[in-house]
């Protein structure tokens, strides 16, 4: 037995719905209003998001920000990149231009920076490897992120936003030093 669109189907479905059905929909639509809940909440509660700073900032009044950054803290140089390491909460400039992060940054760990991050072309994505960490680079705005490096080690800044031709090998670094007191005692220098 089948129905075509002409013929009326069986006149079933105008019935209240029964028991079970009903538990279904409740059941639904609270959990539709759990994930709406989680929303609002999430983003209050979840400590997921970054503790911006955001404004509008000129490219090349940015690349000078950044070139009289490196002058003021540079201490050397790796691959024809400057290295610079910036005290303990100071701002830290990084810019992303195609195809290269520059600087290099070495920081201590357990002390807190504002990682200022822009752009002087086009749209750069900044992914700190191997941790999961990911945010847009954008020409015109500068992103201000209040950063706390936890453990040390070497940290690559690989671009994840197709930029051209060289995308792929717009790899930058940040160096994370072991805490001032240890580094002493590990690192004579
Ligand atoms: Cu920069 Cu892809």
Same mark, same amino acid.
């Given at each position: 037995m089948y129905h075509t669109g002409i013929e009326s189907p069986e006149r079933v479905w105008w019935r209240p719905v029964r028991g079970g059905?009903? =538990?279904? =929909? %409740?059941?639904a639509f609270a959990w539709c209003m759990i994930l709406f809940a989680m929303m609002p909440l999430w983003h #209050?509660? *979840?400590g997921q998001n970054p503790s911006g700073i955001r404004h509008r900032v000129d490219p090349l009044a940015y690349a000078t920000r950044v070139r009289e950054f490196i002058a003021q803290y540079q201490v050397g140089e790796e691959a024809n990149l400057p290295v610079v390491e910036p005290p303990p *909460?100071?701002?830290v400039y990084l810019q992303g231009s195609m195809w290269r992060w520059i600087p290099v940054l070495r920081l201590q %760990? *357990? %002390?807190e920076y =504002?990682?200022? #991050?822009s752009s002087t072309d086009v749209n750069h994505g900044f992914s700190l490897y191997p941790l999961n960490v990911n945010f847009q680079v954008v020409p015109g705005y500068d992103y201000g992120l209040r950063v706390r490096p936890t453990e040390p080690g070497e940290f690559h800044i690989v671009c994840n936003e197709f930029c051209g031709i060289g995308h792929h090998m717009m790899v930058g670094k940040v160096v994370v030093l +072991? +805490?001032? *007191?240890l580094a002493a005692a590990e690192q004579p220098r």
């Open positions: 059905e009903k =538990v279904w =929909v %409740a059941i #209050l509660r *979840g *909460g100071s701002d %760990a *357990g %002390a =504002v990682l200022h #991050l +072991p +805490p001032a *007191g």
